[in-house]
């Protein structure tokens, strides 16, 4: 895992193009901590920052492909993990190719050699990269198919400038830092759109998507889309299906020549994956637990803690584990928002990233790879609201009933902002837009039209928010998760399952359930969805509230362009474990930080 940036004009001569895009990849120095790397000609300079996994000796980057005169045809900067590349490599050296490195990168270059823009959809795995072709002046830019390592891009003149994160191109001085009212739209909606960033001017390359730059200006097309496919397997055969999937994806998900481990919640996503691995592992699988100092307290959404759960695992897979617990003191330390505030590069949703921060940060400090669950319950409809008729139903996204962070966040703004983002218009055309896009079955009608219809929205306008998260707050330790999950193999099979072999045991998830149960205790596998886990200690609501107290305190914040003190006052009245008011307050005191941060950058 890696970071990548690079300016490339294939009109003009670039000036100091090596020293604009070396700091752009000093911004990223925290994803690639174990090499930095340069390429430069006329009209294009790649940077890239390297996180070593496989074969740590070799595989520095940029790389290059030469011609037999010495010359280059291809100059590749790759941020990811191809997790079929070891049959590729075998393909292509069938093709002729000789390699000089055992990394998956090399194999990418050659794959791109070999097959051009045909290659990407021969990827299994996580990956942004950018490919430039001397000859042609020709820039190719590569997403992977659900979005999991992130590739932001601006216009610079008739070129452009990319880097694996957004907050890398401004310090160019070449694009200009500023909020995009629809990017604000989104996150006060809980949505996300595919493309769009926080800042004006500046895109992502869409998930399954590349995009050209040459002579003709600048086009992006997709390369795979979810696509809607006729499912005539039985309950068993599926399960089977899912089982040898998993079993090949988690196989492949282990390849590195550093420390691995999983994180393990006790949960049934985490724990299959952990019991596939452990099977693989020749020794102990390193497993990671996460858990809060005190006591703790069951709510409406867990109703029971991890722990007995992650010993019963640890127990059944004989794991060398470690239980990572946080202290609510480093969750309310200003520090520490701010540094999770900085690794995502926008407010991001308080105490779940500062958690996420330093659980990564401190898994770092035993492996640099690690397995996580993530996006199970997107591929295999675990959320509770897929199974609640009402929250399901046409009129918005379901999803909303839990977050409860649009009606927190609406609640807090000023009345004019309230008027001019119009939230609810927003979010109805948002909605309306991403149900168009869903590939149906002719024929296709209820049940199973709508089904299919939640399974897409979770996949392109939720997955890709939590995916982000993951990323950022992970790489900012330098510590590359893969999420095996997310893998387009299994993405493709499940989607096109019907739902009710999503539900044949009247349980969510009864597809995984079914594929995984002979590998898991009796206690893990009928255990009931608990999302991750978050503090009820009281002394982190009494922080948190202290710290929305001295933003009152403070009328000359750049928040209060956004937002009424008197909302925020009011809230303060409310009891300290409401959940929805922590949120709110969380925001609020995100938001200040953020713009303050934001405003001293500019």
Not at 237 to 256: N, Q
Not at 302 to 311: E, I, S, W
Not at 364 to 379: I, M, Q, W, Y
Not at 432 to 456: K, N, S, W, Y
Request: proline content about 6%; glycine content about 8%; some cysteine.
């Amino acid at each position: 895992m890696c970071g990548i940036a690079g300016w490339a004009d294939p009109a003009r001569e670039l000036e100091d193009s090596a020293g604009v895009v070396r700091a752009m990849t000093d911004v990223l120095a925290a994803r690639g901590p174990d090499g930095a790397g340069l390429w430069t000609d006329g009209h294009c300079a790649l940077g890239h920052r390297r996180l070593a996994i496989l074969d740590p000796a070799g595989g520095h980057q940029p790389m290059i492909a030469e011609d037999d005169a010495g010359e280059p045809l291809l100059v590749l900067s790759y941020n990811g993990e191809v997790f079929n590349h070891a049959e590729l490599r075998a393909e292509l050296e069938l093709a002729g190719h000789k390699f000089r490195t055992r990394t998956d990168t090399e194999v990418v270059l050659r794959a791109w050699q070999e097959w051009g823009e045909d290659a990407p959809a021969r990827l299994a795995g996580m990956f942004a990269f950018a490919v430039w072709e001397p000859a042609r002046r020709r820039l190719v830019l590569v997403r992977d198919r659900l979005g999991v390592k992130p590739l932001a891009y601006a216009q610079a003149g008739s070129g452009l400038l990319f880097a694996s994160e957004a907050r890398a191109l401004f310090t160019t001085g070449l694009v200009r830092r500023a909020v995009s009212a629809d990017g604000l739209r989104d996150h006060l909606a809980s949505v996300r759109t595919p493309g769009r960033t926080w800042y004006d001017g500046v895109a992502e390359v869409r998930p399954g998507h590349l995009l050209v730059l040459d002579d003709h200006g600048v086009h992006e097309r997709p390369y795979w889309r979810l696509e809607a496919r006729p499912h005539e397997d039985t309950v068993p055969e599926s399960a089977a299906r899912v089982r040898a999937l998993l079993t090949r994806i988690t196989r492949e998900s282990l390849d590195a020549d550093v420390p691995l481990g999983a994180l393990l919640s006790g949960g049934l996503d985490s724990s299959a994956l952990v019991a596939l691995a452990q099977r693989e592992n020749q020794r102990p699988l390193a497993t990671f637990s996460v858990g809060f100092a005190g006591p703790f307290t069951p709510d409406a959404l867990r109703a029971t803690p991890d722990a007995p759960y992650v010993r019963a695992m640890v127990a059944h897979c004989g794991t060398r584990h470690r239980d990572l617990v946080l202290d609510p003191a480093a969750l309310a330390d200003p520090g520490h928002r701010l540094a999770a505030l900085a690794a995502r590069d926008h407010p991001g949703s308080g105490e779940m990233d500062i958690s996420l921060y330093l659980l990564f940060r401190a898994v770092r400090e035993h492996v640099t790879v690690a397995l996580s669950g993530e996006s199970a319950d997107e591929v295999f409809g675990g959320y509770p609201w897929f199974h609640d008729p009402v929250r399901t139903g046409p009129g918005g996204y379901p999803w909303r009933y839990l977050t409860g962070h649009s009606g927190a966040y609406k609640a807090l703004l000023r009345t004019d902002v309230a008027a001019e983002l119009d939230l609810e218009t927003h979010r109805a055309a948002h909605y309306d837009q991403a149900l168009t896009e869903t590939p149906r079955l002719r024929g296709e009608t209820g049940t199973h039209r709508r089904t299919r219809e939640l399974f897409h929205l979770h996949l392109t306008r939720w997955l890709p928010d939590l995916l982000d998260r993951k990323d950022r707050l992970s790489m900012a330790s330098g510590l590359e998760v893969r999420v095996p999950f997310c893998d387009h193999r299994l993405v493709e099979y499940a989607f096109n399952a019907p739902w009710s072999q999503h539900t044949h045991d009247g349980r969510e998830k009864s597809l995984l359930r079914a594929a995984t149960a002979s590998l898991l205790p009796a206690a893990v596998r009928e255990r009931v969805k608990a999302p991750y886990p978050s503090t009820g200690d009281p002394r982190y609501h009494a922080v948190v509230r202290e710290q929305a107290g001295d933003l009152l305190l403070s009328p000359a914040s750049p928040a209060w362009a956004y937002l009424d003190p008197a909302a925020l006052r009011q809230r303060l009245t409310r009891p300290a474990g409401d959940w929805a008011t922590r949120a709110a307050l969380d925001f609020a005191i995100n938001l200040d930080l953020w713009l303050t941060s934001h405003t001293r950058r500019a």
